[in-house]
């Protein structure tokens, strides 16, 4: 196991996912793959620097980010369900607005909490790359981890934090490909 194999990993799991998101019908498939090569490309940066801590980090921030994921589409597949069994969509009047405040909140409730463990995930994932910025000497990684970190805070003001994790994420492949 080397870092080279990483790299190739890295870069091409970054690449993926960004593409990923592009590609209609076959675009989340290829997203997957990508993480899941960047997931194996940490794998073995930790164990070519014998540092168990940066997969763990990384581990737990893909859960982590996962879970968001699932949290929030949870609560919008309820909060859909919820609509069409109280007939919203066909009855406007009467109670439609208190039904309106009630889709909010809980679109709210989940979209909040599927912030706060993808906040969470990305702490987890500066953490790892600072680790391997440190082990690796390659400081655009650490940079990734920071603008990922500072992208998720900021996501709950929209435009700024998609952003800011849409050039981590432009980061990223430069990172695994600056990697020796």
Excluded: C
């Excluded at 080279?4 to 799991?13: H, P, R, T």
């Excluded at 801590?53 to 859909?80: E, N, P, R, W």
């Amino acid at each position: 196991m080397s870092l080279k194999e990483a790299k190739i990993y890295g870069s091409v799991g970054a690449i993926l996912s960004i593409l990923g998101g592009n590609i209609s019908r076959i675009g989340n498939l290829i997203s997957v793959i990508g993480f899941v090569l960047i997931l194996l490309a940490v794998k073995e940066i930790s164990l070519a620097v014998n540092r168990e801590d940066i997969f763990k980090d990384y581990l737990i921030a893909f859960i982590l980010h996962l879970g968001a994921f699932f949290v929030f589409l949870i609560a919008l597949i309820s909060v859909m369900g919820i609509t069409v069994l109280q007939g919203i969509f066909w009855n406007l009047a009467g109670k439609g607005l208190e039904n309106l405040g009630q889709i909010i909140k809980g679109l709210l409730i989940g979209g909040i909490l599927a912030w706060i463990l993808f906040v969470l995930g990305s702490y987890y994932l500066k953490k790892s790359y600072e680790s391997i910025s440190i082990e690796t000497e390659v400081g655009i990684v650490r940079t990734t981890g920071l603008l990922y970190f500072v992208g998720a805070i900021l996501l709950i003001v929209f435009g700024i934090g998609a952003l800011l994790i849409i050039i981590g994420k432009i980061l990223e492949i430069v990172a695994y490909l600056s990697l020796p």
